[in-house]
């Protein structure tokens, strides 16, 4: 079946890097995604990655894709207070128009 | 212009109204879509319209009815709510074809039913 995993909370001390990792299981996902999610507001697509790329680098942000490990993660650099929301996990097959999510990381940012 | 604009952002309905919830864009994207998502959890699809037909419903109790009037709206019309179909409502969009992939959403509509 179609699942993506990701862990509930991260803290981060302003300024660091924050990495969110994910997890998802079906082989076929041609479409890897990471949405943003400020309180009270829809979500914002931050950035993609297709199934045969390892990487994309988009400024402060960073995809890495392991397909064989089924693994996602994103990297924010330097990060900072208007990093903090909820980060959301993706995937889709090809021309589907179904977008499977995980459950939300909720980035928090420490002085 | 990569906007897609919801109506209303607030909406408290009692159980026997009748109310809708209007959706609209102006990027030229032939797909639409509805998702519901309860607090804490993520976004769950409701019903995907492509070129104004729908074309997926995920199986959504009736009370749901979506709309699409012509290809730059989206409505989803409710009768008969229960309390549990509160939550925020999300609309998306995104160009058929090679960029299907990019979905585009809305700030939302948080309804409260009472």
């Known amino acids: 079946g179609e699942d993506v995993e990701q862990s509930l909370f991260l803290s981060v001390r302003e300024g660091d890097s924050s990495v969110i990792n994910c997890t998802y299981t079906d082989s076929s996902s041609t479409y890897l995604y990471w949405y943003k999610q400020e309180p009270g507001a829809g979500l914002q697509l931050l950035t993609y990655i297709f199934s045969n790329m390892d990487m994309k680098q988009d400024q402060r942000l960073t995809v890495l894709l392991n397909k064989k490990d089924k693994h996602l993660s994103l990297r924010i650099a330097d990060t900072q207070t208007g990093d903090s929301a909820i980060y959301f996990c993706?995937?889709?097959?090809?021309?589907?128009?179904?977008?499977?999510f995980g459950s939300g990381t909720r980035l928090s940012i420490r002085p | 212009d990569t906007e897609v604009t919801q109506t209303p952002k607030h909406l408290v309905m009692g159980m026997t109204n009748k109310k809708s919830l209007k959706c609209e864009q102006h990027m030229g994207h032939r797909a639409m879509y509805w998702y519901k998502q309860k607090a804490k959890k993520p976004p769950e699809l409701m019903f995907v319209?492509?070129?104004?037909?729908?074309?997926i419903n995920e199986s959504v109790p009736s009370r749901f009815s979506p709309e699409c009037p012509n290809s730059s709206l989206l409505n989803l019309h409710l009768h008969a709510l229960q309390p549990e179909d509160s939550a925020l409502y999300l609309c998306a969009s995104s160009q058929e074809g090679a960029k299907d992939y990019e979905q585009y959403f809305g700030p939302g509509t948080r309804l409260t039913v009472t």
């Open positions: 319209y492509s070129y104004e037909k729908l074309s």
């Open positions: 993706a995937e889709s097959r090809s021309s589907a128009s179904k977008i499977i």
